[in-house]
């Protein structure tokens, strides 16, 4: 493993000294409606309650590449009761439904892509819907691999050397096409599922990557790995009396 790979790896393992630990939710949503028709899609009221709940409760929407930016050191810490928004996989809601919310709102999202998907499935966003979220000003695109595969069947299903030629593939093939079609940096990842171990960390980490994220269920802290940091899943059951609720859990400084 090269001095950078092994730096990268560690570097939100300590604690800062001279602050109060840091705590900050990231949400991560996939799917918008009108009407709820499943668990990873919650309604279009339901979505703008969340806007209006945060707006009016002090709560202050960051970029994600802001909080990522903390962790490597590379800037200072965010402001107390940050939130971090984040929209799974490039569903067409996202244009349709999400869209005219935060620029009502000014609200800053990253947007975890698979681009195998784009123009091509009949749910997904379009490339040029896509152009169009990127250059809004809101809206970040960053990589959740080429076609969200499940790396543990994968790993069953191949021997060692195609499963890591399967895993770089997906990898590198994201972020290059990413990249090459949208003109903007991709070096963060959504793991597909949720799912991540030591040898795909490593494998992220080679491709490019400074920071990866995960479906675990509570705040970002400063000791969490930048390879594997959670995220709340927002799901169809969250209405604006759970999202506070949940809110209120992550940020409780008596935990």
Not at 122 to 146: F, I, K, M, P
Request: overall charge neutral.
């Amino acid at each position: 493993m090269t001095a950078f790979v092994s730096a990268l790896l560690l570097a939100s393992s300590a604690l800062a000294a001279d602050h109060k630990q840091l705590r900050v939710p990231i949400l991560v949503y996939h799917r918008f409606d009108p009407t709820a028709s499943g668990p990873t899609t919650i309604t279009t009221r339901d979505f703008e309650s969340h806007l209006n709940y945060l707006a009016e409760n002090g709560y202050r929407v960051i970029r994600l590449r802001e909080l990522v930016d903390f962790l490597l050191g590379h800037a200072p810490a965010p402001p107390p009761r940050s939130v971090v928004m984040t929209v799974d996989d490039g569903h067409r809601s996202v244009y349709t439904e999400m869209l005219p919310l935060v620029q009502k709102a000014r609200i800053p999202v990253t947007l975890f892509i698979y681009p195998s998907a784009i123009s091509h499935a009949s749910y997904a966003l379009t490339w040029t819907q896509l152009r169009e979220l990127n250059a809004s000003g809101l809206v970040d695109v960053q990589s959740h691999t080429y076609w969200h595969p499940n790396f543990k069947i994968e790993r069953r299903r191949l021997d060692p050397r195609k499963y890591q030629e399967f895993v770089t593939f997906q990898l590198t093939q994201s972020k290059l096409t990413l990249e090459r079609m949208l003109g903007c940096r991709v070096d963060l990842l959504a793991w597909p599922f949720g799912i991540f171990d030591d040898e795909l960390i490593q494998m992220a980490a080679h491709s490019g990557y400074v920071a990866a994220f995960t479906i675990e269920r509570r705040e970002v802290r400063e000791s969490d790995s930048i390879m594997a940091l959670p995220r709340f899943l927002i799901e169809d059951s969250m209405d604006r009396k759970a999202f506070n609720r949940m809110l209120q859990d992550a940020l409780d400084e008596k935990r």
